[in-house]
DNA sequence: CAATTCTGCTTCATCGATTGAGCAAGCTTG
DNA sequence: CAAGCTTGCTCAATCGATGAAGCAGAATTG
C-alpha cells in the first residue's frame, strides 16, 4: 500500500514561505497561542486563511514529538459485540473529544497476549493515560504503563494498583437473584436453588455476582449446591456446552437462572430452544447485562444494566483530578423493570 | 492531567550510551533491519537484551515523523451498538494488525460534522490509508483525504471519488420482501403490501432497499402505495414515531413489515409492544441486519446478515493491492433461515 | 532627549528515530 | 605488498512543530 502519488503536504514552512514570515509565527497562530507570544492579529488573520487556502493539516507526529504531553487517551476493550462494551466506547470517545483529548481504542478479544500487546502499543504512541477495560490481568498492564509514566484507570474489572471505577456487582446480584427467585416462586411455588450460568471464575465480577447469588439464596433460606454454579467462560458455546453437560449429568434442571453477560445469555437461550428441556414452562431469567431485544423476549427475563454514564463520569473524574489514590468506585447498576 | 512524576522514558541515545554504541545501530537492531546494515548478530543480541531490560519502547511520534509511511490506518464508523458495526470493527483491528498496521477507529454518531472532522484528526495523525464507513457523505471525506494524499475506501455506503464495498442491497431486500409476503400470504391468505420502515431516503442502501421491497411486491402482482414507505432515520426513536403517526392517520396496517436495520426495529418492537395494534396476530417482519437475540424473538421474524467477513476482505484487498479502480464491490448479504 | 518599555516578530535548539554517506580495520587477490 | 573488497560500525542531516531567547524599531516616561 503506498501513499498515492501526491505533492507532499503543506507544512508550516510552507506557509512562511508562502507568507513571508517566520515558521514559528505560523506554528503559533495555528495552535492558538499567538496572543502570548505577540503577534499581531493582521498577521494572525492572514495566515489562518492561507491556511486554510492551501489545505494545511497539522503533523500531529511532529507536534506530539515536541511537545510534554501527548493529548492522546488509550482505551483497551475485550469485545465489540454487546451493548455495554458498545456504550463504554461511545462514551469514552465522546467525553475524551470533550476534553480536547485524542481517543485510541483497541479491542483485544478477552486475550491477556493481546492486551499487553496492544498495551505497548499504546505507550509507543505515547497516550497520557489508559483505561485498561475488563483486562484480563490489569495489574500487568499498569505496571508496563507506570513504568513508562503513565496513569492507568482499571474500568469493569478492578486491579490493585490503579484506581478502579466497576460495577456494584454484588449488589445487582443480589438485587437480581432475589427478583428471580421471588418470580420463580410466584409462578411455580416452589422455593429452589437457581443455576448460575456464565463468566470466570477466577474473575473479581464473577466472584462478587455469585457472592451475591448466594447470598440472596442464603435470605431465603435456600441451600445452593456448589454444581450450580457454572463459571464456565463467557462466549455463548461455552454456556451452552456447560449446559449441556450439566443435562447429561442427570441433574434435574432448575426453574430459575442467573446469568452472567447477555453474551452467555445467548449460548442459554440456543440450548433451551434446541434441548427442548424447558418446553413446558419457560425457566425465569435474569440477566447481568442489558440489551433492547433481551428485554423484549418476555417478561420471564430480569435484566440488571450497568450504568455507563456514571461509570464513565467516575473514570473521567479520576483522570482529570490527577488522583493517585487507589480506590476502588462501585457504580450501583439499574435493575430494569421487567417487560 | 499531568503525567506521572517519572523519570524520562528510555530512548535510543541512552541505550547507546549504556552499550557504548550510537544511537543508529540500536535504532537499526530494533527496527529490525540490522542485517542491511551490516550489524553483527553479536552487538545486535547484546542491545536486544539490553533493551528488554530498560524497558524501551519505541517512540512511535519520532518513528513516523521520519519514516515516509506511518502504517497507521483509520477507520470512521457510525455507531457501536449494533453487531454489524461491532463486528466490522472488530474484524477491521484484526486484519489491520495481520498487516502490521495500527488501527484508529472512531465513532461519528451519523454526524456529518463529526465526520469531517474526525477525518480531518486522522489526516493529523497521518494515517495512510481511511475507511470511512457507513459515511453520510463520502465524497466530501474523500475529496479532504485526496488533497492529503490519503487514499479512502469507502464501506456499507457508497461514494462516487473512491473505491466501495457494499452489501448487495437490492439483492438481499428483494429476498428478504419475498419471504416475508410468503409467510403473510400463508398465515393469513393475504396477497398485501409490506410496510417499509426505517434509513434515510437519502442514501444509497435505503433506497436500493426500497427498490428490492418494490421490485418483490411487483413480482409478487402488488402495489405499493407511496405512505407506507416510511424512511424515518434508523433511530428507534424515529421509527417507533412513524409508526404511530401512522396508525394516527388511520391507516389500515399492514401484516407484515420490512424493517431497515436492528436499531429501527428496536423502535417498531416497542411501538408494536406498546400500542398493542397487533395484539391479535404478531405481524410477519422481515429486517436487514443481524442480531442473535432478534433471532429468538420468534418465527414471525426473517432476518438478512450482512457478510462482514466477505467485505473486509474485499476492502483490504483493494487496499493491498493499491487499485484506484473506482470500482463499486457488492457483497451478497446471508439471509438467515428463520427461528 | 536619553532611558525604558512594549510590540512584533525571527533565530535556533530540540523532541527521538531513521538512513545515506563515510570511514577504519581486516581480509582477499593477483 | 598494493589495490580493492568486506565487515561493522559512526556521523550528521532530516522529518515538522514548538518555544525560550533575542533583537530591532516604535512608543512611552521622567
Request: charged letters at 25%; proline letters at 4%; glycine letters at 8%.
Amino acid at each position: 500500500m503506498k501513499r498515492a502519488t501526491q505533492a507532499k503536504r503543506t507544512t508550516i514552512y510552507d506557509l512562511a514561505e508562502l507568507a513571508g514570515t517566520s515558521a514559528s509565527a505560523v506554528s503559533a497562530i495555528l495552535n492558538g497561542n499567538w496572543k502570548k507570544r505577540r503577534i499581531s492579529a493582521q498577521l494572525a488573520a492572514r495566515i489562518t486563511k492561507l491556511a486554510e487556502e492551501q489545505g494545511y493539516a497539522l503533523n500531529m507526529q511532529a507536534s506530539v514529538l515536541r511537545r510534554e504531553r501527548s493529548k492522546i487517551i488509550g482505551m483497551i476493550v475485550p469485545k465489540y459485540d454487546n451493548r455495554y462494551f458498545g456504550s463504554i466506547v461511545e462514551q469514552f470517545e465522546a467525553m475524551a473529544r470533550e476534553r480536547d483529548l485524542f481517543p485510541i481504542v483497541t479491542c483485544t478479544r478477552r486475550d491477556p497476549a493481546l492486551e499487553m500487546e496492544a498495551a505497548r502499543a499504546m505507550l509507543s504512541y505515547q497516550v497520557d493515560c489508559l483505561i485498561a477495560t475488563g483486562a484480563t490481568d490489569p495489574d500487568r498492564i499498569v505496571e508496563l504503563c507506570s513504568a513508562a509514566g503513565v496513569r492507568t484507570v482499571n474500568l469493569d474489572l478492578p486491579g490493585s494498583r490503579a484506581p478502579s471505577v466497576i460495577s456494584d456487582n454484588f449488589g445487582g446480584a443480589l438485587e437480581l437473584t432475589r427478583r428471580v427467585l421471588t418470580n420463580c416462586e410466584r409462578e411455580f411455588g416452589v422455593k429452589s436453588p437457581l443455576l448460575f450460568v456464565g463468566g470466570r471464575g477466577t474473575d473479581h465480577n464473577t466472584s462478587e455476582r455469585v457472592r451475591g447469588f448466594r447470598a440472596a439464596h442464603a435470605e431465603a433460606g435456600i441451600r445452593v449446591d456448589e454444581d450450580l454454579v457454572l463459571t464456565c467462560g463467557y462466549a455463548p458455546e461455552k454456556a451452552e456446552n456447560a449446559m449441556r453437560q450439566l443435562a447429561e449429568a442427570g441433574t434435574v434442571l432448575p426453574r430459575g437462572m442467573f446469568v452472567n453477560s447477555t453474551i452467555s445469555l445467548e449460548g442459554v437461550m440456543r440450548w433451551i430452544r434446541r434441548s427442548g428441556e424447558y418446553a413446558a414452562a419457560m425457566p425465569h431469567l435474569g440477566c447481568f447485562d442489558w440489551d433492547p431485544f433481551v428485554a423484549m423476549l418476555g417478561d420471564h427475563i430480569e435484566m440488571v444494566r450497568q450504568d455507563v454514564p456514571k461509570m464513565l463520569d467516575a473514570v473521567f473524574e479520576i483522570i482529570d483530578s490527577d488522583t493517585l489514590e487507589l480506590k476502588v468506585v462501585q457504580i450501583p447498576p439499574i435493575v430494569e423493570t421487567a417487560g
